[in-house]
């Protein structure tokens, strides 16, 4: 992203950043120090945690749960280390145990942070689960803004691209896009092929317009396309993806574009829950 493609408000001052030995991780610890460094990182807090699942077991005694003893220094030098690799010494290290995806929720909650970052994928060693798999359920669980950072992920120029169809879930993304990025936002509406781009297009200012004269913004511009929006989307030039989404801790019930878009695209995509104060 460009050197100041995401900005950090007063209230979005608490990162928290789910990590394992992945390339994709540290992509995510990239990616937190950039967008505390658009600030003074003195005002803002980040957190790197890595939680380390038990693995169950089965023995003479039915079913157990096994995790190495030195599991806390272990996860403590993971933590020494991936930090150290970002040139950034300004995070808390907390190192966990248990069910992955309920810690990093936890950890969120009790810190009170205001946005978590984790990688797309994981590559660590067996006893830990994928951070790609988890983020699902992070998402779907959490009621705070994750950013899902790509292994691959670099700074690149771009405007912030908001997929927005309307729903209370893109007025969200939206409203978090105008409020945490300075820079130039573009709302995109993806339709059927042969659907109507005029009146489409009529449409999406219509609902835009309603979001943009409460947020007193001017930086949206407003562009329809046609085809999958899973394909669509990504493919658009963007320095990063925000995407609203419905979630519930009852049920994960976020949509299947969002889900396809986080598991695939190339830049930082960062889902905002409905429901979400950001």
């Known amino acids: 992203m460009q050197s100041r493609s995401i900005d950090v408000e007063p209230s979005m001052s608490r990162i928290l950043v789910a990590i394992d ?10 990616f937190a120090a950039h967008v505390a460094s658009l600030r003074n990182v003195h005002d803002v807090e980040m957190t790197a945690l890595t939680v380390w699942q038990p693995v169950e077991t089965v023995g003479i005694d039915g079913v157990g749960l096994k995790l190495d003893a030195d599991f806390p220094s272990a996860g403590a030098s993971l933590l020494d280390t991936l930090i150290r690799e970002t040139g950034s010494e300004a995070f808390e290290r907390i190192v966990r145990s248990g069910s992955i995806s309920v810690e990093i929720v936890r950890e969120a909650e009790i810190g009170h942070h205001d946005l978590i970052v984790m990688g797309t994928r994981g590559l660590g060693a067996p006893h830990q689960a994928t951070l790609g798999s988890v983020s699902q359920d992070v998402i779907g669980n959490g009621e705070i803004p994750v950013a899902v950072v790509p292994a691959t992920w670099h700074d690149e120029p771009g405007p912030v691209l908001v997929g927005f169809d309307g729903s209370s879930a893109s007025r969200a993304g939206l409203r ?76 994960t019930i976020w949509g299947s574009v969002t889900s396809h878009i986080v598991s695939t ?14």
Do not use: F, M, N
């Open 21 to 30: 030995d992945s390339d994709a991780s540290r992509s995510a610890l990239r």
């Open 176 to 251: 978090w896009a105008v409020r945490h990025t300075p820079e130039s936002i573009v709302a995109l509406h993806v339709i059927e092929p042969g659907a109507g781009r005029a009146s489409a297009y009529e449409r999406l200012a219509d609902q835009v317009s309603h979001e943009v004269d409460a947020l007193d913004d001017s930086r949206i511009r407003l562009e329809v396309d046609e085809g999958d929006p899973t394909s669509v989307i990504p493919a658009h030039e963007s320095s990063c993806i925000v995407l609203g989404a419905r979630s519930g801790r009852s049920a």
């Open 265 to 278: 695209a190339r830049q930082v995509v960062v889902v905002v829950p409905t429901g979400s104060r950001y």
